[in-house]
Nanobody
Framework: VQLQASGGGLVQAGGSLRLSCTASGRTFSSYPMGWFRQAPGKEREFVAACDWSASSTYYAGSVKGRFTISRDNAKNTVYLQMNSLKPEDTAVYYC???????????????????WGQGTLVTVSS
């Protein structure tokens, strides 16, 4: 699975951005999908994830209520809608695909097998 993330950019605090991640392959609908981020000088951290049908989602506490993960399996694409952005949301955001029909997608990085190249989100104060 190859993943291509897009949609990053510069936004003012309080603004919104929508990230997209398009996957190659015909079995996208079987993969749990996630978003992680890495701020300068910090370790990569979990942001949001969903199962293969998006019937179940999971969020980091720092983004819950502000970010929404969704997916369109017909377009092989997962989205991250980010609202009420804060300067501390500044990071490179990575999309990732887990194990087909896997049950470890809530377990942090160990639950994911494929990673995209990242897209930079900068939130100015």
């Amino acid at each position: 699975v190859q993943l291509q993330a897009s949609g990053g950019g510069l936004v003012q605090a309080g603004g919104s951005l929508r990230l997209s991640c398009t996957a190659s392959g015909r079995t996208f609908s079987s993969y749990p999908m996630g978003w992680f981020r890495q701020a300068p000088g910090k370790e990569r951290e979990f942001v949001a994830a969903c199962d293969w049908s998006a019937s179940s989602t999971y969020y980091a506490g720092s983004v819950k209520g502000r970010f929404t993960i969704s997916r369109d399996n017909a377009k092989n694409t997962v989205y991250l809608q980010m609202n009420s952005l804060k300067p501390e949301d500044t990071a490179v955001y990575y999309c990732t695909a887990g194990i087909p029909y896997g049950t470890t997608w809530r377990d942090g990085e160990r639950g994911y097998r494929y990673w995209g190249q990242g897209t930079l989100v900068t939130v100015s104060s």
